[in-house]
């Protein structure tokens, strides 16, 4: 299965995504999830492929590579996209962010699918990589 082909993925969560009562639906993120079992860890991945290379000089570019390498190191574990319980999003330009929102949501679906994980997005300074628009930490349980 290639990491963006979502015809053989689960088409549910196994977490359960936790909603207050009353408060309003986040749009591409829940504000909280309740996950059992095996903790997958994945470090800081930037928009470069396995080979250390950019191929992808925009941010929604490199945003989906970067998706695509976390993908390829949680499918290691046994683990996909629908296992991710919470994610945080590095970038350097929040209004470069914000003005490719929908193309980072095309990406975004494209390589995770309809999961949406707990996630906060910063803002940062720098990136050890002087190419790198972003970098993604995610951490994923797979239930027992």
Avoid at 3 to 16: F, G, I, M, Q, Y
Wanted: glycine share 10%.
């Amino acid at each position: 299965m290639s990491v963006t082909d979502l015809s053989e993925r689960p088409k549910a969560t196994p977490n359960r995504i936790l909603q207050p009562e009353g408060w309003e639906r986040p749009r591409g993120y829940s504000n909280g999830i309740e996950a059992r079992g095996r903790i997958v860890f994945v470090g800081g991945q930037i928009g470069w492929t396995g080979q250390c290379k950019f191929e992808a000089h925009d941010l929604a570019g490199q945003v989906r590579q970067t998706l695509e390498n976390i993908v390829a190191i949680l499918a290691e574990a046994g683990a996909g996209p629908e296992h991710i319980t919470t994610m945080t999003w590095y970038v350097l330009d929040r209004k470069a962010y914000s003005a490719s929102l929908k193309e980072i949501g095309a990406a975004y679906k494209a390589v995770i699918g309809r999961s949406f994980p707990a996630m906060a997005v910063v803002q940062v300074s720098g990136l050890v990589e002087d190419e790198a628009l972003v970098e993604i930490q995610a951490t994923a349980v797979v239930p027992d």
